[in-house]
C-alpha cells in the first residue's frame, strides 16, 4: 500500500463547476498537507498549505484536512478552463527528516 | 516570494556528454534543495537532498557518482549528470525550503527537460 493515494484520473469537467479532488493517507504522522498545480513541462505551483486537520480557503480555492479519516481534499469553484492542469498533494510529518510524500497527481480537464 | 529558478528550461546533447542544471533561490536563502526526477504522466520521484555545505543524501537506487549534486551556497543548487545516455533523458526538477523555518513547504523551479540523442 503506498503512504499516499491519489485518483490520477482524468477528470473531465464543464466551466463553472465545482471540483473536488482527494487523497487518502496511511501514515498518522503527517501533519502538513499541501496541494500543488502542475501545467505540463511546468514546476509544481504551491496552492494550498495547511497544517493538521481543518479547513482553508484561498480565493476559489479550498483544503481540507480530516486526519481521523485520514483524509484530505481540494475544492475548486467555479472552474476556469485555465484550472486545467495535474493537482498533486502533498504531506509531511514533523519528524524524521521532514520528506514530503507526493501522490500520483490528478489531470483535471475543465471543458469551455 | 519564495521563487525559484531552474537553467537551463530545456537541453539536448549527444550521448556521453555531461549536462549540469542550476537551481536558485531569488528571494530567499535555502538550506536544503531537493532534485526530482519525473517521466511523463508520472508523479514527482526524489532523487536526492542537497544540503548547504555538506554532501547530499541520494534516494536509494539512484547512483551518486551519475547524479553529482553541489549545494556551495545559500541560494544555488547544481545537479550534473555525468556521461549522460539516452535513459537519463527525463524532466528535472529542482525545489527549495525557505532557510529559517523548516516547517514551511517546499517552493519548485520551472524544470529542466533533458533530451539525450
Known amino acids: 500500500q503506498k503512504e499516499v493515494e491519489q485518483d490520477p484520473g482524468p477528470l473531465s469537467v464543464p466551466e463553472g463547476a465545482i471540483v473536488s479532488l482527494n487523497c487518502t493517507y496511511s501514515?498518522?504522522?503527517?501533519?502538513?498537507f499541501m496541494w500543488y498545480r502542475q501545467y505540463s513541462r511546468k514546476g509544481p505551483e504551491l496552492l494550498m498549505y495547511?497544517?493538521?486537520?481543518g479547513n482553508k480557503e484561498d480565493g476559489r480555492f479550498t483544503a481540507q484536512v480530516d486526519k481521523s479519516s485520514k483524509y484530505i481534499s481540494l475544492f475548486i469553484r467555479d472552474s476556469q478552463p485555465s484550472d486545467s492542469a495535474t493537482y498533486l498533494c502533498?504531506?509531511?510529518?514533523?519528524?524524521?527528516?521532514?520528506?514530503?510524500?507526493f501522490g500520483a497527481g490528478t489531470r483535471l480537464f475543465v471543458k469551455a | 516570494g519564495a521563487v525559484v529558478s531552474q537553467h537551463p528550461s530545456w537541453v539536448i546533447c549527444k550521448s556521453g556528454t555531461s549536462v549540469k542544471i542550476e537551481c536558485r533561490s531569488l528571494?530567499?536563502?535555502?538550506?536544503?534543495m531537493f532534485w526530482y526526477r519525473q517521466f511523463p504522466k508520472q508523479s514527482l520521484m526524489l532523487m536526492a537532498t542537497?544540503?548547504?555545505?555538506?554532501?547530499?543524501?541520494?534516494e536509494q537506487g539512484v547512483e551518486k557518482d551519475k547524479f553529482l549534486i553541489n549545494h556551495a551556497s545559500l541560494t544555488l543548487s547544481t545537479l550534473t549528470v555525468t556521461s549522460a545516455h539516452p535513459e537519463d533523458s527525463s524532466f528535472y526538477i529542482c525545489?527549495?525550503?525557505?532557510?529559517?523555518?523548516?516547517?514551511?513547504?517546499?517552493?519548485f523551479g520551472d524544470g529542466t527537460r533533458l533530451s539525450i540523442l
Open positions: 528571494d530567499f536563502q535555502a538550506t536544503t
Open positions: 501514515n498518522s504522522a503527517f501533519q502538513y
Open positions: 525545489s527549495a525550503r525557505v532557510l529559517w523555518d523548516s516547517n514551511q513547504p517546499q517552493h
Open positions: 542537497s544540503n548547504e555545505g555538506s554532501k547530499a543524501t541520494y
Open positions: 495547511t497544517y493538521s486537520s
Open positions: 502533498a504531506m509531511r510529518a514533523n519528524t524524521g527528516g521532514f520528506k514530503t510524500i
